[in-house]
């Protein structure tokens, strides 16, 4: 004997759906939102600056801005791509962490940790404006 049709879960679903489609066209922001959301973004671009800069604490004291000064030639655009040093398609972070294990001689960082984070921000600042280029060497 055939079964009847529960269509329940696909009719929840869908109107969890159109809820969600809804509060995100919903989400209202005024200029004093938009003015508090560049200040902290340039707080985590400044920290990540620091950081750059020597900021990092570990003990060899060699600091990224050493080989990347400003950090050129990092080219975040060029992300994710084909990483000789790992032998696979990375993103930014992991290259990152090679040059903190490797130059830096110190623990790799959580791919969410504030500290990479801002790293990321900083050098991608540093290169604002630069098309997108993923995959290039
Ligand atoms: C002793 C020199 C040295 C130091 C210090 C150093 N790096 Fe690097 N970095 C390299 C080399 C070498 C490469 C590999 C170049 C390549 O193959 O693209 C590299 C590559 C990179 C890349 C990718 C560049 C690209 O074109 O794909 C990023 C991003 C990067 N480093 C960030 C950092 C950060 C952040 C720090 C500090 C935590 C740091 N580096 C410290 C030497 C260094």
């Not at 400003?70 to 060029?78: I, K, M, V, Y």
């Not at 972070?93 to 790799?108: H, K, Q, S, Y």
């Amino acid at each position: 004997m055939m079964s009847k049709t529960n269509y329940r879960p696909a009719l929840f679903l869908l109107l969890g759906l159109t809820g969600a489609i809804q509060s995100v066209q919903a989400d209202e922001f005024s200029d004093q939102d938009l003015e508090r959301w560049q200040m902290e973004y340039q707080t985590v671009v400044d920290e990540g600056s620091i950081l750059f800069h020597g900021g990092l604490g570990n003990s060899n004291t060699v600091s990224c801005d050493q080989c990347h000064p400003n950090a050129a030639n990092t080219h975040p655009e060029t992300y994710p791509k084909f990483q000789q040093q790992l032998g696979r398609v990375i993103a930014l972070w992991e290259m990152i962490n090679w040059c903190l294990l490797n130059p830096l001689e110190t623990a790799p960082l959580a791919a969410d940790d504030p500290k990479m984070i801002a790293l990321q921000a900083y050098i991608a600042e540093e290169r604002k404006g630069v098309a997108l280029d993923p995959g290039k060497h």
